[in-house]
């Protein structure tokens, strides 16, 4: 099926860029642009693309707010968020993933690392990349400040295993590999920990996973 992307930026040679590239891709269609946060959110709320690449700073509604409205709508449970930032540890880059995005990309990626992010995110099997976003969330969870997150106690000790391994960015084949069960095994897994926790995805176990205590940061590369 066809991944249907909004880009939502209010620099138009960057939109430009965005939407040249994605466009030329088979199986990827952006179905609109944005150049302010409340017409992204319109937008979305209109087309339901899977996949919202979202700039923070941008003019009426900033892209924070646009993030945790799409979360917010019931209407919009299928649409991932992707924010766009200048700077690998962007100030903003944390609460945005707090507030429900599927993960961040730097605007200066890679042409194919972006391609690579819309598919992995519109599939939701993998965070973006791993290793930046392991920094990033280490950072700015050593900083947040305490947060009243879902219980774990209804998790098995099997799924605090697989949920710390989420944490680290690793791939369900990659979880399967390390404790030694086959990749659906710990798709199964994850998924049973999603729906106890009320989490939308693996972005935000690992939001949960940082603010419950079960993992801390400070780990090594």
């Known amino acids: 099926?066809?991944?249907?992307?909004?880009?939502?930026?209010?620099?138009?040679?960057?939109?430009?860029?965005?939407?040249?590239?994605?466009?030329?891709?088979?199986?990827?269609?952006v179905v609109d642009e944005a150049s302010?946060?409340?017409?992204?959110?319109?937008?979305a709320q209109q087309l339901h693309p899977d996949v919202v690449l979202m700039d923070i700073r941008m003019p009426e509604m900033d892209g924070?707010?646009?993030?945790?409205?799409?979360?917010?709508?019931p209407a919009l449970a299928g649409v991932r968020v992707v924010v766009?930032?200048?700077?690998?540890l962007d100030e903003?880059?944390?609460?945005?993933?707090?507030?429900?995005?599927?993960?961040?990309?730097?605007?200066?990626?890679?042409?194919a690392e972006l391609v690579r992010a819309v598919r992995v995110v519109a599939d939701g099997d993998a965070l973006l990349s791993p290793s930046v976003t392991r920094r990033l969330v280490a950072e700015f969870a050593a900083r947040a400040k305490p947060a009243t997150g879902p219980a774990l106690s209804e998790l098995t000790s099997r799924e605090?295993?697989?949920?710390?391994?989420?944490?680290?960015?690793?791939?369900?084949?990659?979880?399967?590999?390390?404790l030694f069960m086959?990749?659906?095994?710990?798709r199964t897994h994850v998924s049973r920990i999603l729906t106890k926790l009320g989490a939308r995805d693996r972005t935000q176990l690992v939001v949960v996973a940082?603010?419950?205590?079960?993992?801390?940061?400070?780990?090594q590369e």
């Open 1 to 29: 099926m066809t991944i249907r992307v909004l880009v939502a930026d209010d620099q138009a040679l960057v939109r430009a860029g965005f939407v040249a590239l994605l466009d030329a891709q088979d199986g990827i269609e």
């Open 36 to 43: 302010t946060g409340t017409r992204a959110l319109a937008s």
């Open 64 to 73: 924070l707010a646009a993030t945790r409205a799409i979360v917010a709508d």
């Open 84 to 88: 766009l930032t200048t700077f690998e």
């Open 92 to 111: 903003y880059v944390f609460e945005a993933m707090r507030a429900g995005a599927s993960g961040f990309l730097v605007k200066h990626t890679e042409p």
């Open 160 to 178: 605090r295993e697989v949920m710390a391994l989420v944490a680290e960015g690793l791939t369900n084949a990659e979880i399967g590999e390390r």
């Open 182 to 186: 086959s990749p659906a095994t710990a």
């Open 210 to 219: 940082y603010e419950s205590g079960l993992v801390r940061p400070g780990w």
